[in-house]
């Protein structure tokens, strides 16, 4: 699975990020418009977006994606996500390790997320990656009523948990 590309997310992207979008947060799921929205923010300068897919050749659809948002030097994980067959390759770390990068290219000090507190891969992700717990929010997750971790990591502290080839 290591032939897993990454690149830019484009408008073309839109339709299978939805079909993962509904495979992995089903009634969480975001709409067509919130990444169309998500989109317009990258093409600022500097862009206050920055989304990412991953492909696998020979397969259709997507094999993952992801996102960040820019709020002065504070960057925000707005999503992540794997399709079933690729997770647990190392892809979600790939995914995150391009963010990251990223989010420190365009100035960023600090990275913060939300994570629903039952979401046990997704935390083992992020702590490896030196996100520690800043706060909770309490039935963030609607419905289910579901606490959110809010989750912080120092970009000064990146280190390489992830694939160095991912540039
Ligand atoms: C979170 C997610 C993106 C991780 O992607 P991935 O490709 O599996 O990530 P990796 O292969 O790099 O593995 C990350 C960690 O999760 C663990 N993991 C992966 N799949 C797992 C599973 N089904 N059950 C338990 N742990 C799992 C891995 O062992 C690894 O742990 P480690 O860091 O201690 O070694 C993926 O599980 C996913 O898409 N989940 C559904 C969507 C989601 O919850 N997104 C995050 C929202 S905050």
Known sequence: MSEVALRAMRWWDIEPVLALEAELFAQDAWSAGMFWSELAGA?????????????????????????LGVAGDTAEVMTIGVTGAHQGTGLGARLLTRLLRGAEELGCAAAMLEVRVDNEPA?????????????????????????????????????????????
Not at 44 to 51: A, K
């Open 123 to 167: 935390k083992r992700l992020y702590h490896r990656f030196g996100f520690r717990q800043v706060g909770v929010r309490r039935g963030y997750y609607q419905p289910g009523n579901r606490d959110a971790l809010v989750m912080r990591k120092e970009l000064a502290e990146t280190a390489t948990h992830g694939s160095p080839e991912d540039g």
């Open 43 to 67: 093409t600022l300068d500097p862009p206050l977006r920055d989304y990412v897919v991953a492909q696998a050749p020979g397969e259709p659809g997507l094999a993952g994606y992801a996102g």
